[in-house]
């Protein structure tokens, strides 16, 4: 099989399913595409109440929840990866206003993750400023034993369940 690129499990297991202008078609041209805009309106395009934020200001949407596409990064050592939810916090202070649904292309195992954490509880999750000062939060996917460390507890098992969920 294929290593797919992140752009590639994106448009195959997000996009094409959920989003009523993208076919199969697209997938051989993904890496032409903004993967990551088309995923948030993606989000709307398949959930039953999410619409897009009237401000945008610190929210994708009008639950004041934010949509986050994120990869694995660079390795932790041989058996884990490095997983960053970055721009939780503005250079500025600000903090996003609601949840996050994050979408995590996981290249390791050639699938899509979900992750939906409430704000919370990821206040409290160790909030790390960059030298842009911008805010993040960071931890590791344990590729043995699939396992996303400190965020583990907020994995759903689908697109649709993430999209849905309140």
Known sequence: MAILTKQEILMRD???PHHNEFSKKDFER???YDVNAIVEETMICASKFLK???TGHHEDYHDRSDCKVIGL???NGANSMRVEISNVESTNGTRKNGALRVV???VV?????FLFIPKKDWINLGILINSSNAGRIV?????PTDYYNKFEPYRIDSFLKLANKR
């Open 14 to 16: 997000v996009i094409i």
């Open 30 to 32: 993904a890496r032409f």
């Open 52 to 54: 897009e934020s009237k």
């Open 73 to 75: 990064t660079s390795k």
């Open 104 to 106: 995590i292309a996981n």
């Open 109 to 113: 195992q050639n699938r899509t993750d």
């Open 139 to 143: 931890s590791t996917y344990h590729i």
